[in-house]
């Protein structure tokens, strides 16, 4: 809807994700810790994020955020590299390249509500 755009930034030290309110140039952190954070993806309805977030020996996951930054979940796991999500359009499933097959490929995976716990995949 453009009312919000989402982006990653180093700001604060390691990248987080931030949303500008264009109209006003307000700002927002949703993420802050020690994981690096970027790569936002809004959900189609505008309800979600899907970004990635690094992990401890290279590895990178996706995870899903509401969109005021609130709950948070991980969706993809293991000893992998997850890269690039896309929301389908109903917001049900995300797409993303990884080298968790040893090869890059296309995964998909289901996304639950957030207040539903994702078993580790």
Same mark, same amino acid.
């Given at each position: 809807d453009c009312k919000r755009i989402a982006f990653s930034s180093r700001r604060s030290g390691n990248a987080d994700i931030w949303t500008l309110d264009p109209q006003t140039g307000s700002l927002h952190r949703l993420t802050? #810790?020690?994981?690096?954070?970027?790569? !936002?993806? /809004? &959900?189609?309805?505008?309800?979600r994020i899907a970004f990635i977030a690094s992990g401890q020996g290279g590895t990178a996951h996706i995870w899903v955020?509401?969109?005021?930054?609130?709950?948070?979940?991980?969706?993809?796991? #293991?000893?992998?590299?997850?890269?690039? !999500?896309? /929301? &389908?359009?109903d917001a049900r499933r995300i797409a993303f390249d990884s080298d968790r097959g040893g090869n890059r490929d296309i995964w998909v995976v289901e996304v639950s509500p957030l207040s539903e716990r994702i078993p580790n995949r």
């Open positions: 802050s #810790g020690g994981a690096d954070e970027w790569r !936002p993806v /809004w &959900s189609p309805d505008g309800r955020m509401d969109s005021d930054g609130g709950s948070k979940k991980q969706v993809t796991f #293991g000893e992998c590299r997850d890269y690039n !999500p896309s /929301w &389908s359009r």
